[in-house]
């Protein structure tokens, strides 16, 4: 019988699964050309990010496909900062 008490690192893998999971639907959307899905998936999935359990090659790894289109070609990044919950510089 498994025991009821999580540990620090159950979390830790919990989160992982988790943003793994997020992070390969996100590139999906993007594969297939649905820009609007992904940016709103990662979007909403940046607040696991400030748990304390998780990792900062997984805060990377899902910040670094959130930030995908603003290095893609032909993408204008003012325009596409106007249609993100980021900052405007």
């Known amino acids: 019988m498994q025991s009821l008490e999580a540990t620090n690192e159950d979390i ?47 805060r990377l790894k899902l910040l670094l496909l959130y930030g995908r289109p603003f290095c893609m070609p032909g993408r204008s990044p003012k325009r596409l900062m106007r249609n993100s919950a980021l900052p405007t510089p």
């Open 12 to 58: 830790t893998q919990y989160y992982t699964t988790a943003i793994d999971a997020l992070y390969e639907i996100g590139r999906a959307y993007y594969t297939l050309g649905k820009l609007g899905n992904a940016q709103h998936l990662l979007r909403t999935s940046l607040q696991l990010l400030e748990a304390s359990e998780v990792k900062p090659q997984y």
